[in-house]
């Protein structure tokens, strides 16, 4: 769960940088950082927090030059802590790299530990922080070179930006688990992990980058390289579609506002049931709640509200004052919804605690009855490739069965979106979608997770 930017030979490239993860805060709170190269020396902020908290006048104008890339960090692999915040930058033979990194790869470890036994000395304790050392480890002369050779030697998901003195480069794995955009702003190229970013400093979509595929932006123009072999399957993460990416975003080639209101009607159609309302779980669950209302024909209703307020710094309450719980964040609109039949709409389950303090707190506003829909199927695997979802034994579905999930939550009916429905807009979908955490069929075998990979459900698709 990261967002990467990256605006190569612009005036304002940090200031752009910086609007970008504005616009991609939702795929990190947890931390964000800009490197900015001004031809000869490459400069960096970073700090914990939200963007808007951390980039100040003051240190945006001290980002100096034309090329700068950015990230906003959700940890997947190593601690919360400062080290570990990117874009990480490094000094080697060939002078400064920095690196933003969206994905997990599945084999740092195993080469971590290789190089700590023939004595590196990593800085961070990130995944990331491996391709450099395999960059180092290369003495080519030539950038692109050394860059295939790391990529060459790491498994999992990677959608990368690289910012060198004079050069950027982008790369994508070859099963294109994460979306990486390529835009185009007056000639200035960009970078994006989502259109919305694009759309933000007014660039133009060119493209995605392609999986597999290394764009180098120089002095030279713009190169494109694809010096990997093509895997059979390619493995976009479909979890960016049910609840990761902003639905305003187009990511492998399609609206997430539409997949969500899709996965919504095709919801209403496998588990139809009489009520008044569909509310949604705001805000991820309302595209999803629309669907189902326009395909059932019950009218949507606002019936959750939400404080968009409440920042990292909220101090919860002591117990002996009172446990507000998901109040915090969502309240009942208790006018509404009382003494109504709801259809309750949301995109996924994980532990199953949330929507547990949802659904009594409807109850309690004098709900009658409770229809807990979830857009997408039960989420019974973790995910290895950049999305932080807990232990298999904390996931819900993993542990419990239906009936028993139902009366955990508390909800009068739960039903979940099929399998085949979630990928009903995708023609072969198995060819293109990894559906892992779902299905437990993990694209490639997890080098650092020999646990999973040895399980009876591990199936290579
Ligand atoms: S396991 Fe799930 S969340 Fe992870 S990449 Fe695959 S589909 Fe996405």
């Given at each position: ?8 030979n612009?005036p ?21 950082g ?57 000094t ?113 979509f ?32 479909i ?71 409440i ?72 995910c290895?490739?950049?999305i932080?979802?807990?232990e ?41 979608f ?12 997890l ?15």
């Amino acid at each position: 769960m990261c967002g990467i930017v990256g605006i190569y030979n612009h005036p304002e490239a940090s200031r752009l940088a910086y609007l970008g993860l504005y616009a991609l805060q939702h795929r990190g709170q947890e931390a964000a950082g800009i490197t900015s190269s001004d031809g000869g020396k490459l400069y960096s902020h970073r700090q914990m927090g939200l963007v808007a908290d951390i980039f100040s006048e003051e240190n945006l104008n001290r980002l100096i030059g034309s090329s700068a890339i950015g990230h906003v960090r959700y940890s997947t692999t190593g601690a919360s802590n400062i080290k570990n915040i990117q874009p990480l930058k490094f000094t080697y033979a060939h002078g400064g790299i920095a690196v933003s990194h969206n994905g997990n790869l599945t084999n740092a470890q195993f080469l971590r530990k290789k190089f700590e036994q023939e004595g590196s000395i990593f800085q961070s304790t990130t995944d990331t922080e491996v391709i450099i050392h395999l960059m180092a480890k290369n003495f080519d002369k030539d950038l692109h070179t050394r860059i295939v050779y790391a990529l060459g030697q790491v498994e999992g998901a990677y959608s990368l930006v690289f910012l060198t003195e004079t050069k950027m480069i982008a790369a994508r794995d070859p099963y294109g688990w994460r979306p990486l955009v390529l835009g185009d702003l007056n000639g200035s190229p960009v970078v994006a992990s989502e259109t919305c970013a694009l759309d933000l400093i007014e660039a133009k979509f060119v493209r995605e980058v392609e999986p597999g595929e290394v764009l180098i932006f120089s002095e030279k123009g713009t190169e494109s390289f694809k010096p990997f072999d093509k895997p059979k399957k390619k493995a976009y993460c479909i979890f960016e579609h049910v609840y990761f990416s902003r639905p305003d975003s187009e990511v492998f080639g399609r609206n997430v506002y539409e997949t969500r209101k899709g996965f919504g009607q095709a919801l209403a159609k496998e588990n139809p049931i009489e009520a008044d309302m569909v509310v949604a779980v705001p805000d991820s669950g309302v595209p999803a709640a629309l669907g189902y209302s326009e395909e059932s024909g019950i009218p949507f209703q606002m019936g959750l509200i939400r404080n968009h307020y409440i920042g990292r710094t909220f101090i919860e309450p002591t117990d002996n004052i009172r446990h507000f719980g998901v109040k915090i964040k969502l309240n009942a609109v208790k006018g509404l919804v009382e003494g109504k039949r709801i259809i309750l709409v949301d995109d996924s389950v994980v532990r199953g605690t949330t929507c547990r303090k949802i659904v009594s707190m409807l109850k309690d506003a004098g709900v009658k009855e409770v229809h807990f829909r979830v857009s997408s199927p039960p989420t019974s695997w973790p995910c290895f490739f950049g999305i932080d979802t807990p232990e298999r034994k904390q996931l819900i579905a993993a542990q419990k069965s239906l009936e028993e999930i139902r009366q955990f939550i508390g909800c009068d009916t739960l039903a979940y979106l099929s399998e085949e429905n979630l990928f009903y807009f995708q023609k072969n979908y198995d060819e293109w979608f990894c559906d892992a955490c779902f299905s437990g069929k993990f694209p490639i075998s997890l080098k650092d997770h020999p646990d999973i990979s040895n399980s009876k459900s591990f199936k290579i698709k």
